[in-house]
């Protein structure tokens, strides 16, 4: 299983590559406050290939029907510029069942739809639209097939607003899942990642058995147990702007239980193999 790499510094992302073919999923549930500024922050990268797919369980605020607005909005833009895309696409589930399940429906839809990358981004504002550009510029630059935006890297920061328990609580999660799984990746609970459409057919989305957050470490694990790279770049996580987290007791426990079950998987595996795995 190969191990996580951080770049020394940022490639420069060259003109050519602002073309290639890329979704930004954002799962949404009552994000009907925040959805409008995070869409205008994505519109504005200097990124041409860049298309935003909004994954709406039904969200009692209305989230489903903003997110149907801003897509009029920034096709109807394209369509006057005779470009033909479609910068923004919006898939209505009818039902409130995990945010993993959300987000494999949407980064199907995205690789099914002709994405090269496929980039995993909460609505709420805590993850930084700005580093996108360098995301894929690292995943082009040296070929990796998964980059995480990494709060526990060198330069990796959280928001002030994090009071000192909820930080050891974030740090101990990594240590945790990490641990029992044998990796290196500092943050493997991270939702802000990059995949590349290869990785994402590889670790076959249908199967993956979380529902909630241990959604993000799952398909890191199967990245890393089929021999995809992963790098982590540095990030600041700033608190969530507005709305209300949706972690709660059901999602804690699946999140402790979820990598001891990957992990007799595993092991259940090299036995029927007759393979040795630590």
């Known amino acids: 299983m190969s191990s996580p790499r951080t770049p020394a510094a940022p490639p420069p992302l060259p003109a050519e590559w602002a073309r290639t073919p890329l979704t930004v999923v954002m799962p949404t549930y009552n994000e009907a406050q925040n959805l409008p500024t995070m869409t205008e922050a994505l519109m504005a990268l200097p990124l041409e290939g860049l298309r935003l797919l909004v994954v709406d369980d039904n969200s009692p605020d209305g989230t489903g029907t903003v997110a149907e607005q801003l897509a009029d909005k920034y096709?109807?833009?394209?369509?006057?510029?005779?470009?033909?895309?479609?910068?923004?696409g919006v898939l209505h589930r009818t039902a409130k069942d995990g945010l993993g399940r959300a987000y494999a429906a949407g980064m199907e839809r995205a690789v099914a739809e002709g994405a090269a990358y496929v980039l995993q981004m909460d609505a709420d504002g805590s993850h930084p639209a700005d580093k996108i550009a360098?995301?894929?510029?690292?995943?082009?630059?040296?070929?990796?097939?998964?980059?995480?935006?990494?709060?526990y890297v060198p330069g990796g920061t959280l928001s002030d607003a994090w009071k000192t328990h909820r930080k050891l609580l974030s740090r101990w999660a990594n240590a945790y899942a990490s641990g029992i799984l044998g990796t290196r990746v500092r943050d493997i609970t991270?939702?802000?990642?990059?995949?590349?459409?290869?990785?994402?057919?590889?670790?076959?989305?249908?199967?993956?058995?979380?529902?909630?957050?241990?959604?993000?470490?799952?398909?890191?694990?199967?990245?890393?147990?089929?021999?995809?790279?992963?790098?982590?770049?540095?990030?600041?996580?700033?608190?969530?702007?507005?709305?209300?987290?949706?972690?709660?007791?059901?999602?804690?426990?699946?999140?402790?239980?979820?990598?001891?079950?990957?992990?007799?998987?595993t092991l259940r595996a090299a036995a029927g193999t007759g393979k040795h795995t630590r």
């Open 75 to 88: 096709n109807e833009a394209e369509r006057r510029d005779e470009t033909g895309r479609v910068r923004m």
């Open 134 to 151: 360098e995301m894929l510029g690292v995943a082009l630059a040296t070929g990796a097939d998964v980059v995480v935006g990494s709060r």
């Open 190 to 265: 991270s939702g802000f990642n990059l995949w590349s459409a290869n990785a994402l057919r590889a670790i076959e989305l249908a199967g993956v058995d979380s529902a909630g957050y241990s959604f993000q470490v799952e398909t890191k694990y199967r990245a890393l147990r089929a021999g995809f790279t992963v790098m982590e770049v540095p990030i600041h996580f700033e608190d969530r702007t507005a709305g209300e987290s949706k972690m709660n007791l059901a999602v804690q426990l699946e999140s402790v239980a979820m990598p001891w079950r990957l992990r007799s998987k």
